[in-house]
């Protein structure tokens, strides 16, 4: 256990669907992350909160809504997906102290999304 | 864009080293880390570096020169268990971080 958790960890969905990944930290982070992961490809960045407010988003397409009520929960909302949104969905959390220092990111284990 | 290359695989026998090598191009360098991935787990956390030189952790180590874009991460002794992936991830000089596509090791017996 990371101390970040995801679920649920595996989930399929037709194109119409509309469905929600969820992540909760008890870490006391201040700062939450959506990437994505698909095969033989970089993590991408999706998006970004700290203290609960969106600092970044990473032209990602409107079918994907994130959404973070407090600093230790994280959602990520699925709307009319298409299958090459199919890929392992990761959170992960950090300290951010606006310092230059090393701001670990800590993960969870992901979600794995299939998408029909 | 941010431009970070690895190798894809690599293989090698229980209680051998092997080395990873991480070059990049970014805009801007603000630390290199390595996270280690178990097929099915979350990336974890296994080394940092921000100034040129090594820093060794037990059975594993890892190199920045920042001159060259150049790092690499050495594992010694190796065990069955450290088959995985290994992430080169790069803070460039906003302070995003950018990973690599990852290197997946196989440790054979």
């Known amino acids: 256990e990371t101390g970040v958790t995801q679920t649920p960890r595996h989930l399929v969905m037709g194109m119409t669907n509309k469905k929600s990944l969820k992540c909760e930290q008890h870490l006391g982070h201040n700062a939450m992350y959506w990437y994505k992961q698909s095969a033989k490809k970089p993590l991408e960045l999706m998006f970004v909160?700290?203290?609960?407010?969106?600092?970044e988003n990473n032209s990602v397409p409107s079918r994907f809504s994130p959404e973070c009520p407090n600093s230790s929960h994280l959602f990520l909302h699925l709307h009319t997906l298409q299958p090459e949104d199919s890929a392992l969905y990761l959170c992960a959390s950090s300290k951010e102290d606006g310092s230059s220092g090393a701001n670990v990111l800590t993960f969870g284990a992901g979600s794995r999304l299939t998408v029909l | 864009g941010q431009n970070i290359d690895q190798p894809t695989e690599m293989t090698a026998t229980e209680g051998a080293i092997v080395q990873i090598n991480c070059t990049y191009q970014t805009s801007g360098f603000n630390g290199l880390f390595w996270y280690q991935q178990h097929a099915g787990e979350a990336p974890t956390f296994l080394s940092y570096n921000v100034l040129d030189g090594l820093e060794e952790k037990g059975r594993f180590s890892s190199f920045l020169s920042r001159s060259k874009g150049y790092s690499y991460l050495l594992l010694k002794e190796l065990q069955m268990k450290d088959s995985a992936s290994y992430l080169c991830a790069v803070r460039d000089g906003d302070y995003k971080l950018s990973f690599g596509a990852g290197t997946t090791v196989t440790v054979r017996a």
């Open positions: 909160y700290n203290f609960k407010e969106q600092t």
